[in-house]
């Protein structure tokens, strides 16, 4: 028993001492990459903190990608899968970063371990790349009916799109956001998953528009009252908004 227990304690001060090791390691590898990141010129777009906001990325088009959105990682967010990417450049979906064939795979494995930690150090809360929601209003609905519409302008002020991919009402069972669209004299409302706003950009969700549909309200809702609506974007991030309760013909 003594010999086992014995054994028990060394493993474990082993893997201890090899986890000490292995951060080091990776510590070394992301300073090494960070001097990469430099060195190439990488934050003339993508800036020092990866944010997409360096001094030329005004003048492109799309915008630089956002190191610290998730979603910017579209290849995978892997030190492999974006090496790969490091190495063939970005020409899919509107992208312009060059391909660095020029550095070795060790070189680009390195880089990518600096990429990846932009995303995992960013901090709480990042305004950045936060969208910003306004002139929400709810539609007080008709009768008892446990259904209504909301609306909302959202604006994203960042440097990358950003994806709503979830919304929530404090008073509903769910929201679905939903599209009208006009086919012949009929006009037909399909449910979205998602709806993506461009970097410096705006959308409304609006009457005879895009619009956001709350189902199982909960409690009666008249002129006056307070909805607080969710909003979770790709980031992760959720930004909330107030969304006041008006009758149809104050806003049409």
């Keep these: 028993m003594r010999l086992r227990a014995r ?3 060394l493993a474990a001060l082993f893997a201890t001492a090899c986890g000490r090791d292995q951060t080091a390691v990776r510590a070394a590898e992301i300073e090494q990459g960070k001097e990469l990141y430099a060195a190439n010129g990488c934050g003339t777009c993508h800036g020092a903190t990866g944010s997409g906001d360096g001094p030329v990325a005004r003048t492109l088009s799309p915008p630089p990608r956002d190191f610290r959105d998730a979603s910017a990682f579209k290849n995978g967010a892997d030190p492999t899968s974006v090496a790969n990417t490091i190495a063939t450049g970005l020409t899919r979906d509107g992208g312009q970063m ?3 064939f020029h550095l070795s795979d060790r070189e680009r494995f390195l880089l990518a371990r600096f990429v990846i930690s932009l995303r995992e150090s960013a901090p709480i809360g990042v305004t950045q790349s936060e969208l910003k929601v306004s002139d929400a209003w709810v539609r007080e ?3 008892s009916r446990g259904v209504t ?5 959202v604006e994203n002020p960042g ?8 919304i929530t009402a404090d008073v509903a069972g769910s929201v ?4 009208m669209t006009r086919t012949g004299d009929m006009m037909k409302m399909a449910p979205m998953k ?8 705006a959308f409304a969700f609006k009457p005879g528009g895009m619009h956001l549909m709350l189902f199982d309200v909960k409690q009666p809702l008249k002129e006056g009252d307070h909805v607080t609506l969710t909003f979770t974007v790709s980031t992760g991030s959720r930004v909330t908004a107030t969304a006041a309760v008006k ?5 049409e």
């Design 141 to 143: 609905p008709m009768g």
């Design 7 to 9: 054994a028990v304690l």
């Design 247 to 251: 009758k149809a013909q104050t806003q």
């Design 194 to 201: 998602i709806v993506t706003i461009p970097a410096h950009g």
């Design 159 to 166: 440097t990358t799109e950003l994806r709503i991919v979830g």
């Design 149 to 153: 519409s909301a609306y909302a302008v």
């Design 98 to 100: 060059q391909s660095y």
């Design 176 to 179: 679905e956001i939903h599209e």
